[in-house]
């Protein structure tokens, strides 16, 4: 366990493995809409084939560490004051989970975002910021990538804007890549066919050290479409 500098005042927020107990603990952050959801066998997938990558932040319940719901990897990464709003109401509370994975092969290996999500109570403190970092550095330092990319709606500026500002860039725009108002995050969303609210999405990567001539991030000067995805 690794401790951040924090006052004896501070209650520390911890970022640990998702267990399969958490799956009837995320409703505060499943319900809100602008949360990709999905079944339970797709949850399961990710805890039994990347439980390394399948990470929740959990909402500090005391300033003492062996009072907090700790696993051997856990990591405490942040600090709340006493007069936090947040830690009054919502002692235990899942503040928000990353959903990621590892895939491709040779240059093409790289780390995926699935999806990360934060709670509505919980955002505007870093928390997003966070768990992409995390992913970020499981990605160069475990599964030695050459990058990490997520795909999202062409539509969520709000979105774009926050991954650029984390330094990823637009690397192609996948044509119908939601389709028929699919909210999956990965490519079965598309399986059904072109609906009447198929929505584009823009491939966002960011290149690790591995790549260190940033090949991996020199966008494409077309779109492409679902079939020509290579993962």
């Known amino acids: 366990i690794h401790l951040h500098p924090h006052s004896t005042k501070e209650k520390m927020t911890t970022l640990r493995q998702f267990q399969m107990t958490d799956l009837f603990k995320f409703n505060n952050i499943n319900l809100d809409v602008l949360t990709e959801t999905y079944n339970m066998p797709f949850y399961l997938s990710y805890l039994s084939r990347w439980p390394e990558a399948f990470t929740v932040a959990q909402a500090p319940t005391s300033t003492s560490a062996s009072d907090l719901d700790l696993s051997p990897n856990s990591v405490l990464v942040s600090g709340y ?35 990360v999500t934060v709670s509505p109570t919980y955002r505007r403190i870093g928390l997003a910021k966070t768990l992409m970092d995390d992913l970020e550095y499981l990605s160069t330092d475990v599964y030695n990538a050459y990058f990490v990319d997520l795909f999202v709606r062409a539509s969520n500026i709000l979105a774009i804007n926050m991954y650029e500002k984390f330094g990823y860039v637009k690397y192609r725009r996948v044509l119908d890549y939601y389709a028929g108002g699919g909210s999956d995050g990965s490519n079965t969303n598309t399986s059904e066919g072109v609906g009447e609210d198929s929505e584009d999405a823009f491939d966002m990567r960011k290149a690790l050290a591995r790549d260190v001539k940033k090949e991996s991030v020199i966008p494409l000067k077309h779109p492409v479409r679902t079939e020509d995805l290579e993962w």
């Not at 007069?83 to 093409?108: A, Q, R, V």
């Open 81 to 115: 004051s006493d007069s936090d709003s947040h830690t009054k109401s919502h002692h235990c509370s899942l503040m928000g989970y990353m959903l990621g994975k590892s895939e491709g092969i040779g240059k093409g290996w790289h780390g995926h975002v699935s999806a």
